[in-house]
């Protein structure tokens, strides 16, 4: 069974402290690792896709990696319009299915100004 | 604009009564899924569809029911089987294998 587990659950940073958020999965067969950010009240915003180790993708301020064993999202020099909860899910070879999703529980992400 | 409409944004029922929750997309994706999502939980898969007129049971499935009848509506219904449903749904879309999916703006169900 897949697993995904995300670090911290809470992040509070000054405008401008840039840090990482911690995504550790388990699966069988990497098919992707997917970023998602979600706003109070509303569905989740697609970010990123990753497929292989040593992959990066970025979107303004943010970045993210992949190991084979984890993905981070580096956030640099952040501002209080990225406060969310970040989402990360993985798909895999497990089930025989091509689209199911595996979440974590998120990263909530508070900057103050 | 292409995207996924949920409806109602909120919706209220007592107990014991089905209800059923709108999803359409006009992306002309293949796969539909629906998930709930619980305060501090992540997103749990309750049924998804990679195409037309059939559909699988996710993770959470017992008292929710769906039809994939058109390729853009995937509607779910909530019968009084499902012992806790007060929750947020979200529908997402996905073009085919191996993509991304996107979700709708979301259902908050309250049920009293």
């Known amino acids: 069974e897949d697993q995904v587990t995300q670090s911290p659950e809470a992040l509070r940073l000054q405008e401008g402290e840039s840090s990482s958020l911690n995504c550790s999965y388990t699966v069988s067969g990497l098919r992707g690792l997917f970023w998602y950010r979600q706003d109070p009240g509303k569905g989740p915003e697609f970010l990123f896709t990753?497929?292989?180790a040593g992959e990066e993708k970025e979107k303004e301020r943010l970045k993210a990696t992949l190991t084979k064993k984890e993905s981070f999202l580096h956030i640099t020099a952040p501002k209080p319009e990225d406060s969310a909860t970040y989402l990360c899910?993985?798909?895999?070879?497990?089930?025989?299915?091509?689209?199911?999703?595996?979440f974590g529980k998120g990263t909530l992400l508070t900057v103050n100004p | 604009d292409g995207g996924i409409t949920q409806s109602p944004k909120y919706l209220f029922r007592k107990e014991g009564q089905n209800v059923t929750l709108s999803c359409e997309q006009n992306l002309n994706h293949d796969a539909m899924y629906w998930y709930r999502q619980d305060p501090g939980q992540g997103l749990r898969l309750i049924y998804y569809s990679q195409i037309v007129n059939d559909f699988q049971k996710g993770d959470i499935a017992e008292g929710y029911s769906v039809s994939r009848e058109k390729k853009e509506s995937f509607p779910l219904t909530v019968t009084s089987a499902q012992k806790n449903p007060t929750a947020f749904y979200l529908c997402a879309s996905q073009r085919g294998t191996g993509y991304e999916q996107y979700f709708g703006p979301g259902t908050r169900l309250t049920v009293t």
């Open positions: 899910a993985v798909r895999s070879n497990s089930g025989g299915s091509n689209y199911k999703l595996t």
């Open positions: 990753l497929y292989s």
